[in-house]
């Protein structure tokens, strides 16, 4: 929900100053569009009311929340609808952003009975904006951020979602047609920095849609604490910055904003990449031996791995998923990756593990080894390792 949000309001800012978007993702003054608006005007109604409910109390939400801000920067329509009353017809444009903004929300609403996204949710409130047959078909994109918030890779998210992966239509108007360019646009990207800047290259359809979408699906993956740039494309050697709302558009929306963090901090499963304090250049892997084929990891210390943690000075070594691999990291550098399958029913064990030839320390088991310890496992049968288990 946070990197919808983010999507749109980088849009703002690629529109109006294109150096710093690619630098920094968002001016301070940027500005919210009905994009971002519709996020926020929907995201307590599916995170916490019953799927009963009356269109009017829902029209006088998403006003009530739009109204607590600046929204000159709506389109009129967005905001002739706003004025005009629940009872009047709802316009074609302003039924498009809800209708592609339902799902992105959508893709963190849990099912009670099972664990699996809320589908009932999604349908309920596509009804009151009129969702037809395509529309239905765009609610797959709720499974497929479900999906990488899990931890699925992107292989893994969009197996079976064949409407939209397939389709390329190159009507600015087609739902499914942002959901194929929001999708390619975050299969080529390395982080979440990347996959915006690869949506605002993407010459389809209405940028702030496109950006928010392929901002949505990026933070279920990377996470969009922090943004990474590439060494050679930095201003005085600074990659590394934190992604940050407009101070106004924060204290207007204090209770969204606190509600959405909330739910995605109660949600998460796994350490994403853009919490680890790593860059993002281009780096080069290489097998070592599996000395930690025959450990096996109960369901808790899996689970552990999976969390981790942020790096201080007590706890130096990390962890982070991207993609399927577990990467060990220190002070900014990536020494180790490694893979998890599962070995028996209540067991796991570490498949694969590779060093990073850019880093000769990546050489060695020690990082890994230290990560484990710090994430809490008892790694006491690992003291005997030495430079004769090296490559």
């Not at 959901?179 to 940028?207: I, Q, V």
């Not at 933070?219 to 740039?229: P, Q």
């Not at 930690?292 to 552990?304: A, T």
């Not at 060093?355 to 790694?379: F, S, V």
Request: charged share 25%; net charge neutral.
């Amino acid at each position: 929900m946070l990197g919808a949000i983010i999507g749109d309001l980088a849009a703002w800012t690629w529109e109006r100053d294109p150096a710093l978007f690619y630098r920094r993702l968002i001016a301070p003054e940027a500005q919210i569009s009905e994009v971002g608006l519709a996020v926020l005007g929907l995201a307590e109604p599916m995170l916490r009311w019953s799927s009963d409910f009356e269109w009017e109390s829902l029209y006088n939400h998403i006003r009530g929340v739009c109204r607590k801000g600046n929204i000159a920067d709506a389109s009129p329509y967005f905001r002739d609808w706003l004025q005009a009353g629940y009872h009047t017809l709802i316009p074609k444009r302003v039924k498009r952003v809800m209708l592609l903004v339902i799902p992105l929300i959508g893709g963190w609403c849990k099912a009670f009975y099972r664990n699996a996204v809320d589908k009932e949710r999604i349908v309920a409130f596509s009804r009151k904006f009129h969702g037809n047959k395509e529309e239905h078909y765009f609610s797959q994109l709720a499974e497929v951020i479900y999906r990488l918030r899990q931890g699925a890779t992107k292989h893994e998210a969009i197996q079976g979602v064949h409407y939209l992966k397939d389709w390329s239509l190159l009507d600015p108007e087609s739902p499914l047609g942002y959901a194929y360019h929001a999708w390619e646009c975050f299969k080529k990207s390395w982080d979440f920095t990347s996959a915006l800047h690869n949506a605002m290259r993407c010459p389809y359809g209405d940028k702030h849609l496109l950006a928010a979408l392929t901002g949505a699906i990026a933070e279920a993956m990377y996470s969009c604490e922090y943004g990474f740039i590439r060494r050679k494309y930095s201003l005085n050697n600074d990659i590394r910055f934190e992604v940050s709302i407009p101070e106004e558009l924060g204290r207007s929306y204090r209770d969204e904003f606190a509600l959405i963090s909330s739910h995605k901090d109660l949600d998460r499963v796994f350490f994403p990449k853009n919490r680890a304090l790593t860059n993002v250049e281009r780096w080069l892997w290489f097998d070592l031996p599996n000395i930690f084929v025959d450990r096996l990891l109960r369901p808790e210390e899996y689970q552990r791995i999976r969390l981790s943690h942020d790096t201080d000075w007590e706890a130096r070594y990390g962890i982070y998923l991207d993609d399927g691999w577990y990467y060990v990291y220190r002070s900014e550098i990536l020494l180790n990756r490694f893979l998890i399958e599962q070995a028996t029913e209540n067991t796991y064990r570490i498949s694969r593990v590779q060093y990073c030839r850019n880093h000769p320390q990546g050489k060695t088991y020690q990082a890994l080894i230290e990560a484990l310890r710090e994430d809490g496992l008892d790694m006491s049968d690992c003291s005997l390792i030495n430079d004769s288990h090296f490559v």
